[in-house]
């Protein structure tokens, strides 16, 4: 993964709050599931979930359970650690 790429998606996560919401619970734990990031951040399970399926399409993020229809748990990439980095300390 280029700079360039890394760039790219830092500038399409901070986009959307979710997503960016999304990336700031990931930097705190090391798995994540949609209802507890909904809890934290106060925003719906839907919303969440909706954010989860955009990072994991964008291969910032990997499902662990994929078997499970719900109570999935995420935990980042590499392509996702990258990003985080470019994130931490800018906006958490």
């Not at 500038?11 to 619970?25: A, E, K, Y």
């Not at 798995?31 to 809890?39: E, G, L, N, P, Q």
């Not at 590499?78 to 985080?84: A, E, N, P, T, Y």
């Amino acid at each position: 993964m280029t700079e360039n790429s890394i760039d790219e998606l830092v500038n399409w996560v901070i986009s959307v709050d979710r997503r960016l919401i999304l990336m700031g619970s990931m930097k705190k734990h090391t798995s994540v599931r949609a209802s507890d990031i909904a809890h934290e951040a106060s925003r719906s399970t839907q919303n969440i979930s909706h954010a989860l399926k955009e990072l994991e399409n964008k291969g910032l993020i990997q499902c662990l359970t994929p078997e499970k229809a719900t109570w999935k748990k995420y935990v980042l990439t590499d392509s996702g650690k990258k990003v985080l980095e470019k994130l931490d300390g800018i906006y958490f």
